[in-house]
Every structure is written in structure tokens, then in C-alpha cells.
């Protein structure tokens, strides 16, 4: 899971995650394995997407593909969808913007509810050797970290079964911007 306060650069970075691995680029400084990555972008049209990739300098050639358009993951076609298209396109990144969005019409301060949706995806992941980033919302208007879990916006089982939740915090009319992350192979939280 990735969070953070609207317009603070969640879907540029999440974006650009996507381009170095569908290139065999950099990220963060880290080379990445060339491996074909799905973008499922349910608030930026096409244009938007072309302009930042440019921006970006993502490569012509990167394999990623975009949906703008996906059935809910409350929707037993959500899974079906995506197992398709690993299938046909060997995806190994899917990213998700936002998780908000591909939650549908599921209250996500429903504990059960959205434990239930984000359990059954974690499981297809896994089954699969899939990687998903799940971009996401922090509830706080706050550029200090409360906590990285509970910050994230909605119910706290959003990100219970999350191997790993980043938080990006960046105080309004700031450049700079702080990546904390913790999980479940991290000893303590990293900035």
C-alpha cells in the first residue's frame, strides 16, 4: 500500500514504479528486473497518463499496460479480469489508483467487509508471484507521521494483509517529500 494526503505525487511515483519495471530501469536508486506491469488507473483519463509518462521519460518500448476502466473488486469479475490478463500478458506489477476507487461501492470503514475483498486478492497475489501496489489515501492532514498502518484512510484491515504500507507525507507548497515505510520483513519503520 501506498498513502498519502491527495495531490502529493502518489500516482506520479506509483507511475514511475510502473515505467522502470516494465523498462528494466531504475527506482529509488535500485535496478529492476524487466517485467511486464498493469496500471489500473481509475482516476486519470489516457491523456493524463501519456503526459506523465513523457514527463516521466518512461522508455516507448516499457511493457505496461493501462486499464481505465476495471469492474469493483467487491465483483467476483474483478479476479477473473485479472487472472486473465496475468495469463495472457504475464504481468508481475499491478498497480491499483487507488484502492479507493477499486473498492467500488464497499464502505471502506466496514472492517469486515473490506478485510473479505483485500484477503481474497492478497491470496490471488500470492498464488500467482504477483506484486500489487495499491495506491490509497491518508485520513489526517498531517505531514508527520501518526502511525504508517492506521494513517491510511478507511478501515485498518485495508492494510492488515499488506506485506508492506508506505506513507508519503509532504507539507502543502513543499518540494520536498518523506517516504516512511514498514512491514512485515522490516524490522522497524524505514525512512
Not at 8 to 31: C, D, I, P, Y
Not at 85 to 95: D, F, M, P, S, T
Amino acid at each position: 500500500v501506498l498513502a498519502g494526503r491527495p495531490k502529493l505525487g502518489k500516482s506520479w511515483m506509483a507511475l514511475q514504479l510502473a515505467g522502470a519495471v516494465a523498462s528494466g530501469g531504475k527506482f529509488m536508486n535500485t535496478e529492476t528486473p524487466r517485467r511486464p506491469a498493469l496500471y489500473i488507473a481509475l482516476e486519470d483519463s489516457p491523456r493524463r497518463i501519456k503526459d506523465r509518462l513523457n514527463l516521466q521519460r518512461t522508455s516507448a518500448s516499457a511493457a505496461i499496460h493501462f486499464e481505465f476502466d476495471f469492474p469493483s473488486l467487491s465483483d467476483d469479475r474483478a479476479l477473473l479480469a485479472l487472472e486473465r490478463l496475468r495469463a495472457e500478458h504475464g504481468y508481475q506489477l499491478i498497480v491499483f489508483d487507488t484502492h479507493a476507487r477499486a473498492l467500488g461501492k464497499v464502505d471502506q470503514n466496514d472492517q469486515v467487509a473490506v478485510g473479505l475483498v483485500v484477503g481474497q486478492l492478497q491470496r490471488w497475489a500470492i498464488q500467482h508471484d504477483v506484486c500489487l501496489l495499491l495506491v490509497d489515501h491518508h485520513k489526517k492532514p498531517s505531514a508527520t507521521v501518526n502511525d504508517l498502518v492506521s494513517d491510511v484512510m478507511g478501515a485498518t484491515s485495508k492494510t492488515a494483509v499488506a506485506d508492506a504500507v508506505m506513507g508519503l507525507y509532504r507539507q502543502r507548497g513543499q518540494r520536498d517529500a518523506t517516504l516512511k515505510v514498514t512491514g512485515r520483513d522490516i524490522e522497524a519503520d524505514v525512512t
